[in-house]
T-cell receptor
Framework: DAKTTQPNSMESNEEEPVHLPCNHS???????IHWYRQLPSQGPEYVIH???SNVNNRMASLAIAEDRKSSTLILHRATLRDAAVYYC???????????FGTGTRLTIIP | GAVVSQHPSRVICKSGTSVKIECRSL??????MFWYRQFPKQSLMLMAT?????????EQGVEKDKFLINHASLTLSTLTVTSAHPEDSSFYIC???????????FGSGTRLTVV
């Protein structure tokens, strides 16, 4: 499985934008970039995913580098409820298993 | 849409007994479901891939005779931890995908404590 690299932790002030980086230099042409987050004592929650183009949904935006070797999850206005561990995962098309790394623990400062 | 329900949310059992955990896709059919385990302060580790109507595929190091998986219908997969021991205490999570254009949906997890 292609591997991703994320910072262990990040902090952000409430109501400010947050940019969570992810490096995936060995990504293959068919790998989708997935982002999930996990709140304490809960199962992971889907955030967003994309292949080549930037993606937006009600939760976040995903900015994918032109060479696809890195991506950034953007939370436009962080709230306290956004405090979680964020996982960046590569997955090929189809119903393939997800391999979780260590993720980034995001702390939101009131 | 794309809801996955997992039960029970918490269970405490005695060492040597078996525990069954259910994972249901409520509003979609899932030919494949996945089972993960998460120890405190660690990431999720995939245990097995559950396939409807066929045998599950286990990850390396996961004992298939200890962690029995049954995927008898398109909306239900079960994980049975047999002869549980304290080291099996963990957070077990299932997931399924509605379709490849969608993300994966996860259950809320089951906290198993073996005493």
């Amino acid at each position: 499985d292609a591997k991703t690299t994320q910072p262990n932790s990040m902090e952000s002030n409430e109501e400010e934008p947050v940019h969570l980086p992810c490096n995936h230099s060995t990504i293959s042409g068919t790998d989708y970039i997935h982002w999930y987050r996990q709140l304490p004592s809960q199962g992971p929650e889907y955030v967003i995913h994309g292949l080549t183009s930037n993606v937006n949904n009600r939760m976040a935006s995903l900015a994918i580098a032109e060479d696809r070797k890195s991506s950034t999850l953007i939370l436009h206005r962080a709230t306290l409820r956004d405090a979680a561990v964020y996982y960046c995962i590569l997955s090929p098309t189809g119903n393939e298993k997800l391999t979780f790394g260590t993720g980034t623990r995001l702390t939101i400062i009131p | 849409g794309a809801v996955v329900s997992q039960h029970p949310s918490r269970v405490i059992c005695k060492s040597g007994t078996s525990v069954k955990i259910e994972c249901r896709s409520l509003d979609f059919q899932a030919t494949t479901m996945f089972w993960y385990r998460q120890f405190p302060k660690q990431s999720l580790m995939l245990m097995a891939t559950s396939n409807e109507g066929s045998k599950a595929t286990y990850e390396q190091g996961v004992e298939k005779d200890k962690f029995l998986i049954n995927h008898a219908s398109l909306t239900l997969s079960t994980l049975t931890v047999t002869s549980a021991h304290p080291e099996d205490s963990s957070f077990y999570i299932c997931s399924a995908q509605r379709g490849y254009n969608y993300g994966y949906t996860f259950g809320s997890g089951t906290r198993l404590t073996v005493v």
